[in-house]
């Protein structure tokens, strides 16, 4: 029996080999469906919540920054110079009423002077009287002969002069007079005593401020406000004014400056506040001006993200992808915050979970049950504040 040629061995080696892989398809092709998966299943990244931005009639206002200050500040200060203070009745705080003796000088040297004064007026009056009686004779001898032109002219200027001198000696009386009046110093007007520098004992100089007199107790929040919403300020506008220690207090806009800072650009505008409380001249306070209401299109503030110092909020798109999209925001009432530009009203976008969130990530949407158990989300039905992040 002959050997097989090496070309008849390679040939039947090929046939086995073409046998074997029809035999490998068909058993492949036999197996069922079952077996099949998918090649590239998409897991999501997360399963949220979502919701869509709400319109609402929220309340505009204009923060801005200010300093409290008295209404008017009434200097009270000494008229008369070169006395001692004997007595001083009031202190820093003190409510004050108008014509209220605040302190009192001294006034022996004054009353001295006075009483010379007075003995000066009785001395010129005296020396008028005379002159008037040899005045009056004067004239009637005026046409006798008896006196000549020259004396009749005499007992003329005599009468004049001492009326002169008497009108002199009384103007000094009246001086003395007053001066004794201003040895007691009193309040010129209602109001609480802001500063004292009188000190009993003391040598007061004329003209020296002793006491400071915050009128009325009334203050006022003096704000700086940009120029550019100067035009939204109106007089009688409510101001909430929140104080360093945390209190509030309500104010109303008095006027507005007719004048703007060349350097700032900011005006000064002036708020009547209201008294007593816990506010003092020369606190710093920040305010909100209450400019009306305006529709604002608000999202849960849940639903905002913090990056890179931008805002951000992950809309929903097709497929269960996300779309990392830049907000600008504005008012804030509560827990949710008003978008002024980067989303729409019908949006939906992620409320919960955002922060483990990013663009482009696919995620599972979900709405709360009243239970409190998450569920998934059907066609129509309404998007709650919820997240159930689980990565």
Known sequence: MKKPTLKQAGLAAAVAAALLALAGGWLY??????????????????????????TADWPQGLSANGSISAWQETIVGAEVGGLRLEEVKVNVGDVVH??????????????????????QLEEASAAQAEAKGNADRARTLANSGAL????TAQYMTAERSTAAR???????????????????????????????????????????????????????????????????????????LRLASGATLDGKVRIAAPTVDAATRNAMVYVDLPGGGEARAGM?????????????????????????????????????KVVQTRVTLGRRV???????DGIQAGMTVVEGGADFLGDGDTVRVVVAATSGRAVAAKPGAALLVQAEAAR
Do not use: C
Request: glycine share 8%.
């Open 98 to 119: 108008r014509g209220q003796l605040l302190a009192r000088f001294a006034d022996d040297s004054v009353r001295a002077d006075l009483a010379q004064q007075q003995a």
């Open 29 to 54: 092709s036999t197996r069922a469906p079952a077996d099949k998966k998918p090649a590239h299943a998409i897991q999501p990244a997360l399963t949220v919540t979502a919701t869509r931005p709400e």
């Open 284 to 320: 710093f306070a920040t305010g909100q001006f209450e400019l009306g209401h305006a529709q604002a299109l608000t999202l849960p503030q849940s639903a905002v993200v913090m990056r890179d110092g931008y805002s951000y909020v992950y809309r929903i798109a097709g497929g269960g």
């Open 148 to 151: 000549s032109a020259q004396q």
């Open 166 to 240: 008497v009108q002199l000696a009384q103007a000094r009386l009246l001086q003395e007079q007053i001066r004794l009046r201003h040895t007691q110093i009193v309040a010129t007007d209602e109001g609480v005593i802001s500063s004292r520098s009188a000190t009993a004992g003391g040598v007061i100089g004329q003209g020296q401020e002793m006491f400071r007199l915050i009128r009325d107790n009334r203050l006022e929040w003096r704000a700086e406000v940009g120029s550019a919403e100067l035009r939204r300020i109106r007089p009688g506008q409510p101001v909430r």
């Open 334 to 340: 509560g827990a949710r915050v008003e978008a002024v």
